[in-house]
């Protein structure tokens, strides 16, 4: 499957760096279940539509499997394999005890009505409801879907079961169970991610200029933190457009307006007096990417810089907070110009991390304070990161592939641990070199 082994696994799969059995590759190749549904739903004229559902389970060696569903019209299966895998790959980066797996549903959620979001949702899971389960699938958000949504969901889960199991999804809305902290996760782990960077490399976080692509759940929660924490936000665009600030963003007070005025580009026209003083200029989302910035956060959609237009980007390092926003052409590209992409199996990790603290909430029964579950994520996203910079400079190869080694590792670690050939023909050898003593036994 190329578009899984394309990006990052390329490397790791040559075996350049790494001692890999035949076997972990083998199994690294294909998802274990891969799951299509149709869901009616009948919208709120009375007309019947009939949408298409994915979950895909891509490996469950080293725990259940754990990934979110996400709702967006050019959802397919080949793409929620994709994400499939690099969640099992996440999920090994920072030593969870998680396989990887993710959903989505072929659909525009802005055209649907509340009351046609639930049943969608609620459908969807009695579509999959016999592969998922607080220890076999656990889903979680993505793209568009939201707190609510899983509320739904675990609420259709515990009615097929007839029991309450909240461990069945996490990123729920707290007052249904979900954990303090995990709505800004995404963002939160992001930036201890890049702190670790901007110390590991001595650089200023107020001499810092960061633009962000993206203002979605994990763009927005990036933004406002890493303002907060003294680091200058020069630049924000949702899918309508951007608003560039040389002397820095308030992405709070943006975000205010946005939830008024729906559209970032808006913002501009509105006449309050926190647009008129600040006098944003507006950019489209290509003229963000090719900014002049120390920092390109990418937190939008997939596939974002590729072969077009990574040679004009300016930013001294990426920040890939997406899932897939760099593409494996420009990839190579971006390394042989010596720009750093901080990978998104490790930099977007926050928010899986904190889903598995849900999860452990939910099944104890005992709910943390968000001091812990912060200072959890924190000790966790520190280690990791620091562990892939030390291996990326101490091997000589890039911050992806080292991200990739470290959890190809762990995966290999636990599959090697029910027997490869190699522990296998040895056996085998054993039984060959006690032949004759059976034979004049018989
Ligand atoms: N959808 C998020 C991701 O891509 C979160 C997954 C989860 O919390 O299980 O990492």
């Known amino acids: 499957r190329d578009s899984v082994a394309s990006r990052g696994l390329g490397d790791v799969y040559k075996r350049q760096h790494i001692n890999l059995s035949d076997d972990i590759l083998l199994r690294m ?12 739903v009948r919208m709120d004229d009375g007309d019947l539509r009939v949408f298409t559902g994915y979950r895909v389970q891509f490996d469950d060696t080293r725990g259940p499997t754990k990934g979110g569903i996400r709702y967006h019209p050019s959802v397919t299966l080949d793409e929620v394999t994709s994400l499939s895998f690099w969640m099992t790959i996440k999920c090994a980066v920072m030593g969870l005890p998680f396989g990887g797996a993710k959903g989505g549903i072929v659909v525009n959620p802005k055209e649907l009505s509340r009351l046609e979001l639930e049943r969608l949702s609620r459908g969807y899971i009695r579509a999959i409801a016999d592969v998922i389960g607080p220890k076999r699938d656990i889903p979680a958000p993505d793209v568009y879907t939201n707190a609510t949504i899983m509320g739904w969901m675990a609420n259709e889960y515990a009615q097929i079961m007839r029991e309450q199991l909240p461990g069945v999804i996490t990123g729920k809305p707290v007052h249904l169970g979900g954990s303090l902290g995990r709505e800004a996760a995404t963002g939160q782990g992001a930036l201890y991610a890049l ?6 490399n001595q650089l200023d976080p107020g001499q810092t200029t960061v633009a962000v692509q993206g203002f979605g759940n994990a763009g927005y929660h990036f933004a406002r933190l890493a303002h907060l924490a003294g680091f200058r936000i020069v630049a924000l665009s949702d899918s309508q ?22 559209e970032l580009k808006a913002i501009l026209y509105c006449d309050s007096s926190v647009c008129e003083e600040a006098r944003y200029d507006t950019l489209s989302n290509a003229d963000l990417l090719e900014l002049d910035v120390d920092v390109l956060v990418l937190a939008a959609l997939e596939n974002q810089i590729t072969e077009q237009n990574a040679a004009q980007i300016q930013a001294r390092q990426l920040l890939e907070i997406a899932n897939g926003p760099v593409d494996s052409r420009a990839d190579a590209i971006l390394s042989e110009r010596g720009i750093p992409v901080l990978p998104d199996v490790m930099v977007n990790a926050g928010g899986v991390t904190v889903s598995y603290f849900e999860w452990v909430q939910n099944r104890a029964g005992f709910y943390w304070d968000e001091d812990e579950v912060n200072g959890r994520l924190k000790t966790i996203m520190d280690r990791e990161a620091r562990y892939i910079f030390e291996l990326a400079d101490d091997k000589q ?20 641990e029910h027997g490869t050939r190699e522990y296998f023909q040895q056996h085998l050898s054993l039984i060959h070199i006690s032949e004759p003593t059976r034979r004049y036994a018989i």
């Open 195 to 200: 702190q670790q960077w901007v110390a590991r």
């Open 397 to 416: 190869i890039n911050l992806r592939t080292a991200a990739y080694l470290h959890g190809i590792e762990r995966i290999s670690g636990a599959m090697i």
């Open 29 to 40: 190749q294909q998802p274990k279940l891969a799951l299509t549904v149709s869901i009616p």
């Open 241 to 262: 457009g951007g608003i560039y600030s040389a002397a820095g963003l308030e992405p709070e007070l943006i975000m205010q307006h946005k939830r008024t005025r729906r």
